[in-house]
Protein backbone atom coordinates (compact mmCIF):
# COMPACT_ATOMS: atom_id res chain seq x y z
CA UNK A 1 0.00 0.00 0.00
CA UNK A 2 2.78 2.39 0.68
CA UNK A 3 4.33 1.92 -2.51
CA UNK A 4 0.91 2.72 -4.53
CA UNK A 5 0.95 6.06 -2.80
CA UNK A 6 5.08 6.56 -3.21
CA UNK A 7 4.23 5.33 -7.04
CA UNK A 8 0.99 8.02 -7.29
CA UNK A 9 3.50 10.69 -5.52
CA UNK A 10 5.98 10.42 -7.85
CA UNK A 11 3.59 10.44 -11.13
CA UNK A 12 2.01 13.75 -9.95
CA UNK A 13 5.62 15.26 -9.36
CA UNK A 14 6.36 13.77 -12.75
CA UNK A 15 3.15 15.34 -14.14
CA UNK A 16 3.43 18.59 -13.01
CA UNK A 17 6.92 18.79 -13.89
CA UNK A 18 6.11 18.42 -17.38
CA UNK A 19 3.30 19.64 -17.92
CA UNK A 20 3.44 23.34 -15.82
CA UNK A 21 6.82 24.11 -17.72
CA UNK A 22 6.56 27.51 -19.91
CA UNK A 23 8.97 28.21 -22.60
CA UNK A 24 10.70 30.67 -20.41
CA UNK A 25 12.64 28.63 -17.90
CA UNK A 26 14.17 31.85 -16.16
CA UNK A 27 14.24 31.48 -12.48
CA UNK A 28 13.55 35.54 -11.39
CA UNK A 29 14.40 36.66 -7.41
CA UNK A 30 11.34 38.83 -6.22
CA UNK A 31 13.50 41.83 -4.74
CA UNK A 32 13.22 45.12 -6.56
CA UNK A 33 16.38 46.63 -7.93
CA UNK A 34 17.76 50.28 -8.60
CA UNK A 35 20.64 51.35 -10.78
CA UNK A 36 21.86 54.12 -9.00
CA UNK A 37 24.82 56.60 -8.62
CA UNK A 38 26.40 58.36 -6.01
CA UNK A 39 27.19 62.46 -5.46
CA UNK A 40 30.43 63.46 -4.35
CA UNK A 41 31.67 66.98 -4.17
CA UNK A 42 28.86 68.42 -3.77
CA UNK A 43 25.26 67.77 -2.89
CA UNK A 44 22.21 68.26 -5.43
CA UNK A 45 18.70 69.54 -4.24
CA UNK A 46 16.85 67.09 -7.82
CA UNK A 47 17.24 64.72 -10.24
CA UNK A 48 15.64 63.28 -13.48
CA UNK A 49 16.37 60.81 -15.98
CA UNK A 50 15.36 60.70 -19.66
CA UNK A 51 15.21 57.63 -21.61
CA UNK A 52 16.67 58.84 -24.88
CA UNK A 53 14.79 56.36 -27.00
CA UNK A 54 11.42 58.07 -25.91
CA UNK A 55 12.27 61.30 -24.10
CA UNK A 56 10.45 60.14 -21.36
CA UNK A 57 11.64 62.11 -17.95
CA UNK A 58 11.71 59.36 -15.22
CA UNK A 59 11.88 60.86 -11.65
CA UNK A 60 12.82 57.97 -8.56
CA UNK A 61 12.67 61.13 -6.03
CA UNK A 62 9.99 58.92 -3.78
CA UNK A 63 12.95 56.24 -3.28
CA UNK A 64 15.08 56.33 -0.13
CA UNK A 65 18.00 56.15 -0.68
CA UNK A 66 21.24 57.30 1.20
CA UNK A 67 22.43 60.00 1.50
CA UNK A 68 24.03 61.41 -2.30
CA UNK A 69 22.69 58.63 -3.85
CA UNK A 70 20.00 58.66 -6.73
CA UNK A 71 18.53 56.50 -8.96
CA UNK A 72 19.30 56.41 -12.33
CA UNK A 73 16.04 53.83 -12.96
CA UNK A 74 14.58 51.11 -11.30
CA UNK A 75 13.00 47.84 -12.29
CA UNK A 76 9.70 48.97 -13.61
CA UNK A 77 11.99 49.10 -16.91
CA UNK A 78 13.03 45.30 -16.81
CA UNK A 79 9.99 44.24 -19.42
CA UNK A 80 10.50 46.83 -21.79
CA UNK A 81 14.33 46.55 -21.58
CA UNK A 82 14.44 43.05 -21.85
CA UNK A 83 16.91 42.04 -25.07
CA UNK A 84 17.79 45.02 -25.89
CA UNK A 85 20.35 48.29 -24.73
CA UNK A 86 18.98 51.56 -24.26
CA UNK A 87 20.50 54.98 -22.93
CA UNK A 88 19.46 57.43 -20.20
CA UNK A 89 20.15 60.38 -19.39
CA UNK A 90 20.96 61.41 -15.53
CA UNK A 91 20.38 64.92 -15.10
CA UNK A 92 21.26 66.25 -11.71
CA UNK A 93 20.01 69.76 -10.59
CA UNK A 94 21.33 72.49 -7.72
CA UNK A 95 19.42 75.92 -7.04
CA UNK A 96 16.96 74.96 -10.50
CA UNK A 97 20.34 74.83 -12.82
CA UNK A 98 21.78 71.74 -14.06
CA UNK A 99 25.19 70.71 -12.14
CA UNK A 100 25.67 67.16 -13.96
CA UNK A 101 24.48 65.23 -16.66
CA UNK A 102 25.85 61.99 -17.19
CA UNK A 103 24.43 59.33 -20.06
CA UNK A 104 23.81 55.72 -19.04
CA UNK A 105 23.14 52.35 -20.92
CA UNK A 106 20.77 49.94 -19.61
CA UNK A 107 19.25 46.47 -20.31
CA UNK A 108 17.33 43.28 -18.73
CA UNK A 109 17.72 40.01 -18.54
CA UNK A 110 13.73 39.67 -17.82
CA UNK A 111 13.90 39.98 -14.14
CA UNK A 112 16.04 43.15 -13.40
CA UNK A 113 17.44 45.98 -14.62
CA UNK A 114 21.28 46.03 -15.35
CA UNK A 115 23.89 48.82 -16.24
CA UNK A 116 25.98 48.29 -19.43
CA UNK A 117 27.63 51.54 -18.66
CA UNK A 118 28.03 54.52 -17.21
CA UNK A 119 29.59 55.35 -13.10
CA UNK A 120 28.76 54.07 -10.23
CA UNK A 121 29.96 58.09 -8.58
CA UNK A 122 29.84 61.52 -9.96
CA UNK A 123 32.48 64.44 -9.21
CA UNK A 124 30.65 67.89 -8.85
Not at 7 to 17: D, E, G, H, K, L
Not at 33 to 42: L, P
Not at 60 to 82: G, H, I, K, M, R
Not at 106 to 119: A, E, F, Q, Y
Request: with cysteine.
Amino acid sequence: MRSLHFSRFVAACIFTAVFSCSDDERICTEEFRIVSVTIVGDSLDAAITVRTATSDTLNYSEWNLPPFSFAVADDNLTQSLEGKIESFLFVGFKNSQIKVSQLYELTSDGCHIRKVSGPDTLQL
